[in-house]
């Protein structure tokens, strides 16, 4: 059984869920390659882009802004999210993250339990990192 699991955001496998979204993922651990009960990803937010509204009906959903700036709407409530905070998405709580910020906005992205979020991002179309991306997760 390993003990650890090691993955370089730079290399890791990133996909689009669908062709006109405006977020894609680059997967970090998730339960097929990993055998965890989570998914943890660096979500990646096109200028403008946002993720549809959803919710998630037991999954607890955390997000840490690594890079850029955006809002986050959750329920009935709109906040503004930059480079170093957290947010924590209950269960039944539609919501959407968007990017507002002149640059893209990055996000580590966990989701507990994994509830289908793995493979409907492995089910998506594979993507590759551009310049901007390896610029920012390698740093």
């Given at each position: 059984m390993a003990t650890f699991g090691l993955e370089n955001a730079l290399t890791a496998k990133a996909y689009r869920i669908a062709p006109n979204d405006t977020n894609y993922f680059a997967v970090l651990f998730d339960p097929e390659k990993d055998r965890?009960?989570?998914?943890?990803?660096?979500?990646?937010f096109t200028k403008g882009g946002a993720t549809p509204p959803n919710e998630h009906t037991a999954a607890h959903e955390f997000f840490?802004?690594?890079h850029g700036e955006g809002i986050a709407r959750c329920g009935d409530r709109t906040i503004p999210i930059k480079k170093g905070d957290s947010l924590l998405l209950h269960p039944g709580t539609e919501h959407v993250v968007e990017n507002t910020g002149d640059s893209k906005l990055y996000t580590l992205t966990v989701m507990t339990p994994n509830e289908g979020f793995a493979e409907l991002i492995r089910n998506g179309q594979p993507m590759e990192l551009d310049d901007e991306d390896r610029r920012v997760l390698g740093a």
């Open positions: 965890v009960a989570n998914i943890y990803v660096v979500e990646i840490y802004v690594l």
